[in-house]
């Protein structure tokens, strides 16, 4: 579920000053559109420019509040992959299957994290999205602290499980808070920065985990993860503010049920999470099993993993994600149904960029189709989550994205895993160590049946953002 144009630093201080192009001071009227089914979102545009600009916060504040933001993104996208990273490791030492790492990785993990996602969601959009983010911060940094001590496949899922409660409360509150700060004009691009949170765990986090756990030991790299995301999450509940907005809307008191059930009515959104569910699949089972791939297939050690993969993960998803943020902000000016045309087309593109990267007998090209894959990966998310947000009832935005994503991870994050690990089990004696390219040609393959609904669903994007409007949610 992030932006930093000098992304050397890492610091949310130093991101917060080059934000501030996109949370001024004070939200003046955007250009007119022209009238027509394509832009439905003027008034949105001028009620926000009213009422939503946080009472008493600076634009200092707020640049302050997304750059904050984006770093606990970065690390909501580190801690749930280190268990990719170090894998390798943990399979020697504790003798698991592929098939219970499969199990490990995606079932443990996503049933608590989309289970949980939509009553956190709910929680946040009654009480706060500011807090919501905080607590959920620190316990799943306690979860990824634990994790270093477990000693069996039980305790692994068990910490799984908690790891995915905690993290449960990033994705759907974060894109909403941040929906709260940007006026609906600069949505997609803030949507953009905000999603950059993953390149700078890939730059930053991964190398230095990778050099931890080869120094000293895998455990290790849970442990100091852990211990600097719990005293983050204390520091930025105690010096960020909640965007008043989020705080007196009486629209959030609507009970979930309605609430999903409003959601569940637009077709867009329904054909969204199907797409969702496809690309899921792909993404989620590539994020795990590359690691073990380049292990398997390349001979790279996991310090040489987490120094190829880590950065070329990091400057592709940063551009993507910038990339993302700045096509859609445009073209959507001339049709709304660029935020889902342009992702369902950059997902097609993914399936060539994966299939380069699994099939290149070469680590250079292979890693130039990581890199592709990464940057289309990134690029889509941005133009999908603004299509989401331009749907929902501005009161109930964090719940809406967690249904998505509640729908997206029990699918994409159960299969995606272990469909390549059971495939890896079933060919390993007749391919060897080959077997594992098999099993992530299929999860490449189902990123095209997302990029085909995507492009179809754009087609009820006009009508279904008008549905609920700024103040008639």
Known sequence: M????????????????????????????????????????????NLMTKRSEPAGQSRL????????????????????????LLLPQIKAELALSDTQIGLTTGLAFVLCYSLAGVPLARLADRVGR???????????????LATGWVTSAVQLAAARFLTGAGEASGVAPSNAMVSDLISPQRRSLGLGLLSSGNAMGSIFLFPLAGWIAATSGWRAAFFAAGGAGFLLAVVFRLTVREPIRARQSPEARTSLKTAMGQMLQVRSFRLSMLAGCAMGISLYATQIWSPTFLERIHSLSVTEIAASIGPIRGASSLLGALLGGWLSSRLERRDIR???WLPGLAVLAVVPADLLFIWADSLTIALIGYALAGLLTTLHLVPLYAALLRVAPPATRATAMALFLLVVNLVGQIAGPLVVGMLNDSLATSLGAGAIRIGMVAAALAAGIAGLVMLISAGSLPTDATRFREGEA
Do not use: K
């Not at 000098?6 to 000053?17: F, K, N, Y």
């Not at 192009?21 to 955007?30: D, F, L, T």
């Not at 302050?64 to 996208?77: D, E, K, P, R, V």
């Open 338 to 340: 660029w935020l889902l």
């Open 61 to 84: 504040g707020r640049a302050y509040a997304l750059s904050f933001l984006t770093l606990i993104c970065a690390f909501n996208y580190f801690d749930r992959q280190l268990l990719g």
């Open 130 to 144: 500011r807090s919501v983010i905080a607590y959920g911060f620190a316990f799943w940094s306690l979860a990824t």
């Open 2 to 45: 992030r932006f930093e144009p000098h992304s050397r630093t890492g610091m949310a201080g130093q991101t917060g000053l080059a934000w501030s192009a996109i949370v001024p001071m004070r939200w003046h009227h955007p250009q007119r559109l022209e009238p027509g089914p394509f832009h439905p979102d003027e008034q949105e545009s």
